[in-house]
């Protein structure tokens, strides 16, 4: 099956500075590729989606890019700020029933 | 508008005791899926429906049933709670094929003792 394995699983920034996360698939016939923040408490919630005939993708302070031969995408957080502390969770679907594989997450701290 | 609702947000059970969670969502999505959340090991996918008496088996289905018998709730069953079903319990529903744009219930917390 699929395997998802997403990088760093922690990572610490400076309010204002940029923040990546990065992860890789086996699986080449996936063609969805999502990422959810989940908040303290909360469940997580879709930020940004991406799918495979798309190389890169924006909305205001994140982008997520697709290099489809390598088998990664990564999502970039620019001029961070406190809020943008949460999980990010990246995940990957071949469009059968729904069945995403998800990374195990990564833990943002933006430092005021 | 009230999404993808779960109940209940926590519960403690002691092992061999039984429960069923429910979620239910009014957005008229044919997709639910229920995963488990552990520390460090991301969203595993348990059970999920593609609409209404239908249900199939996830990646750790072993020690839980569920039932989709009207469109908007999907119900997670623990017949026999074991201390390794610990965990925090997502279920979410999607409109379309390829578990695209999932929206998620605020969580169970589990503890079986």
């Known amino acids: 099956g699929e395997n998802v394995e997403q990088h760093p699983s922690t990572l610490s920034v400076q309010e204002g500075d940029s923040a990546v996360i990065k992860c890789t698939y086996s699986d080449s016939a996936s063609n969805y590729f999502p990422w959810y923040k989940q908040e303290l408490g909360k469940g997580p919630q879709l930020i940004i989606d991406i799918r495979s005939n798309v190389g890169e993708k924006k909305d205001q302070r994140i982008a997520v890019t697709l290099n489809k031969t390598a088998k990664h995408f990564s999502l970039h957080i620019t001029e961070t700020q406190p809020e943008d502390s949460a999980v990010y969770f990246c995940?990957?679907?071949?469009?059968?029933?729904?069945?995403?594989?998800f990374g195990d997450g990564t833990t943002l701290t933006v430092k005021p | 508008n009230a999404g993808v609702t779960q109940t209940p947000k926590f519960r403690v059970l002691k092992t061999g005791q039984s429960m069923t969670l429910l979620c239910a969502q009014d957005?008229?999505?044919?997709?639910m899926y229920w995963y488990r959340q552990d520390p460090g090991m991301g969203l595993r996918l348990i059970h999920y429906s593609v609409g209404e008496g239908t249900t199939a088996k996830g990646e750790v289905p072993d020690g839980y049933n569920v039932s989709r018998l009207k469109k908007q709730n999907f119900l997670l069953g623990l017949e026999s709670a074991a201390p390794s079903q610990t965990s925090v319990y997502f279920c979410a529903s999607s409109y379309s094929q390829g578990g695209e744009k999932l929206f998620f219930g605020s969580g169970t917390q589990l503890s079986v003792l």
């Open positions: 957005m008229n999505h044919e997709y």
């Open positions: 995940a990957a679907s071949k469009g059968n029933a729904g069945k995403s594989t």
